[in-house]
């Protein structure tokens, strides 16, 4: 009895402390909860109320600038006001940049202006005016096969143009143009790189992104110019007449001064596994130009939302729900950076998503998990199978964005793939406001959250068998 007794004590502290001892609940199991989740967050706009309030009281969120303080504050409020039972901040540092004014013209053929934007990191013109021949190249790839000298006191224009796809995997093919290419033309002997935006779109506008120099080689100014702007660049070179470019550029380049930056993070507590997480996230931050609704002001309203879903339950899931709010994604996920360094291996996060990809409904759930997993998962999946939404064949998933960084560390991941052909429309341009925002598919993805979270926080799967 004695003898008894003790095992049982045992095996009770074992079920409150070891990750693995969690009863697996079925998908069968919680199906009442499930649907009352999807009927409670079909029913409600908070996710996008959530994104109204960011994207007008405190507008753009880029590192440096007082929105980016100001998001901080206002994450922290609105977290205690929708109920989580922790919320706190983890702060770190980053590089600080900023952008000024930009004058951009062809002054051959003819003297015309051009809209273009100073790509984030890139220095500016000293308040002088640069100008120089273009001289086009197809990709970086060309641009990197000039012979050395061979741009001395010419601009360099990198004229590809992205691909739209559902998947936005077009992205993947522009952006390092973006990101080197003013290394590379520099080691050309260039003094300015010009691209075409990293973007789908026809408007006249132009797609800002960060962009690194190399260690060692001359710092040139980066500007990306309109997808219009670019096909008159490109006819007019094709006639085989100097196409002359002039650029006034007020960025400030690398300062060496560093900004104060934070993650958020809430907490719906779990009831039996508390020290278990189930993780959503989405970043804080914004480029400058907009007012970051779809980049990424929706990611944080929806995984607010689900949490504050979850939260408003009578019974709690057993393990906890936490939503993390990345700083500094855009300039090269600093703040997820920051949470792996501080989180160590991360063995107590069980799962996570990111919703970092605009404002497409949801159609597949891409899992990264255990094979012993799979199978909840797919039961899981086929409980999402009347909202459209199928199983991915492939079980590689990292996690979107900042999340992909908590997956390389070991951290099993979902990605929900929604219909991303036009994210890469309004993507770091003037456009991305709140207006763009499809208001239906944003309550249809936060519901999808908010019962992915549920899910993975009761069912008491180890996903990483
Ligand atoms: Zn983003």
């Given at each position: 009895?004695?003898?008894?007794?003790?095992?049982?004590?045992?095996?009770?502290?074992?079920?409150?402390?070891?990750?693995?001892?969690?009863?697996?609940?079925?998908?069968?199991?919680?199906?009442?909860?499930?649907?009352?989740?999807?009927?409670?967050?079909?029913?409600?706009?908070?996710?996008?109320?959530?994104?109204?309030?960011?994207?007008?009281?405190?507008?753009?969120?880029?590192?440096?600038?007082?929105?980016?303080?100001?998001?901080?504050?206002?994450?922290?409020?609105?977290?205690?006001?929708?109920?989580?039972?922790?919320?706190?901040?983890?702060?770190?540092?980053?590089?600080?940049?900023?952008?000024?004014?930009?004058?951009a013209q062809l002054t051959a053929p003819y003297p015309h202006k051009l809209?273009?934007?100073?790509?984030?990191?890139?220095?500016?013109?000293?308040?002088?005016?640069?100008?120089?021949?273009?001289?086009?190249?197809?990709?970086?790839?060309?641009?990197?096969?000039?012979?050395?000298?061979?741009?001395?006191?010419?601009?360099?224009?990198?004229?590809?143009?992205?691909?739209?796809?559902?998947?936005?995997?077009?992205?993947?093919?522009?952006?390092?143009?973006?990101?080197?290419?003013?290394?590379?033309?520099?080691?050309?002997?260039?003094?300015?790189?010009?691209?075409?935006?990293?973007?789908?779109?026809?408007?006249?506008?132009?797609?800002?992104?960060?962009?690194?120099?190399?260690?060692?080689?001359?710092?040139?100014?980066?500007?990306?110019?309109?997808?219009?702007d670019?096909?008159l660049m490109?006819?007019a070179?094709?006639?085989?007449?100097?196409?002359?470019?002039?650029?006034?550029?007020?960025?400030?380049?690398?300062?060496?001064?560093?900004?104060?930056?934070?993650?958020?993070?809430?907490?719906?507590?779990?009831?039996?596994?508390?020290?278990?997480?189930?993780?959503?996230?989405?970043?804080?931050?914004?480029?400058?130009?907009?007012?970051?609704?779809?980049?990424?002001?929706?990611?944080?309203?929806?995984?607010?939302?689900?949490?504050?879903?979850?939260?408003?339950?009578?019974?709690?899931?057993?393990?906890?729900?936490?939503?993390?709010?990345?700083?500094?994604?855009?300039?090269?996920?600093?703040?997820?950076?920051?949470?792996?360094?501080?989180?160590?291996?991360?063995?107590?996060?069980?799962?996570?998503?990111?919703?970092?990809?605009?404002?497409?409904?949801?159609?597949?759930?891409?899992?990264?998990?255990?094979?012993?997993?799979?199978?909840?998962?797919?039961?899981?999946?086929?409980?999402?199978?009347?909202?459209?939404?199928?199983?991915?064949?492939?079980?590689?998933?990292?996690?979107?964005?900042?999340?992909?960084?908590?997956?390389?560390?070991?951290?099993?991941?979902?990605?929900?793939?929604?219909?991303?052909?036009?994210?890469?429309?309004?993507?770091?341009?003037?456009?991305?406001?709140?207006?763009?925002?499809?208001?239906?598919?944003?309550?249809?993805?936060?519901?999808?959250?908010?019962?992915?979270?549920?899910?993975?926080?009761?069912?008491?799967?180890?996903?990483?068998?």
């Amino acid at each position: 009895m004695q003898r008894l007794h003790a095992l049982s004590t045992l095996l009770m502290v074992g079920l409150l402390h070891s990750p693995l001892s969690l009863a697996a609940t079925s998908v069968a199991d919680m199906r009442d909860t499930l649907d009352q989740l999807k009927a409670t967050s079909t029913a409600s706009e908070l996710a996008y109320e959530l994104t109204e309030s960011l994207t007008t009281e405190v507008g753009p969120r880029m590192v440096g600038t007082p929105g980016s303080d100001k998001a901080i504050d206002w994450a922290v409020a609105k977290m205690k006001t929708l109920g989580f039972d922790k919320v706190w901040i983890e702060e770190s540092q980053a590089d600080l940049w900023t952008r000024g004014d930009t004058n951009a013209q062809l002054t051959a053929p003819y003297p015309h202006k051009l809209v273009a934007l100073a790509l984030g990191g890139s220095v500016g013109t000293d308040g002088k005016t640069l100008t120089g021949d273009i001289v086009r190249f197809e990709t970086l790839d060309d641009l990197k096969a000039a012979a050395p000298g061979s741009l001395n006191g010419k601009i360099a224009y990198v004229a590809y143009r992205m691909e739209r796809h559902i998947d936005g995997h077009g992205y993947g093919k522009a952006v390092g143009a973006r990101v080197s290419g003013a290394a590379v033309a520099a080691e050309k002997g260039a003094i300015a790189f010009v691209m075409r935006s990293v973007g789908t779109d026809d408007n006249r506008l132009a797609h800002t992104g960060v962009m690194r120099y190399k260690d060692g080689i001359r710092k040139i100014p980066a500007v990306a110019v309109s997808n219009p702007d670019a096909d008159l660049m490109d006819n007019a070179l094709k006639r085989g007449q100097p196409v002359t470019f002039s650029l006034q550029l007020g960025a400030s380049g690398p300062t060496g001064k560093t900004v104060r930056i934070a993650n958020v993070l809430g907490e719906i507590t779990g009831t039996t596994n508390p020290d278990e997480f189930v993780l959503l996230g989405a970043h804080l931050d914004s480029w400058d130009v907009g007012t970051g609704a779809i980049d990424d002001g929706i990611g944080v309203g929806m995984v607010m939302a689900a949490a504050h879903h979850i939260g408003q339950l009578k019974q709690r899931p057993a393990r906890s729900v936490r939503v993390l709010l990345f700083a500094a994604e855009e300039i090269g996920l600093i703040g997820a950076k920051d949470y792996v360094a501080r989180h160590g291996d991360l063995k107590n996060h069980v799962i996570g998503a990111e919703w970092d990809f605009g404002n497409g409904n949801i159609y597949e759930l891409a899992p990264g998990v255990g094979p012993s997993s799979l199978n909840a998962i797919r039961d899981f999946a086929a409980y999402l199978t009347p909202m459209g939404i199928s199983l991915a064949s492939t079980n590689d998933a990292k996690g979107q964005s900042d999340m992909s960084l908590l997956g390389e560390a070991g951290m099993p991941a979902v990605n929900f793939e929604p219909d991303g052909s036009d994210y890469f429309d309004y993507h770091h341009t003037e456009n991305d406001t709140l207006d763009k925002v499809n208001r239906e598919a944003l309550v249809n993805n936060t519901t999808v959250y908010t019962l992915f979270a549920y899910f993975a926080a009761q069912s008491g799967v180890d996903f990483r068998q």
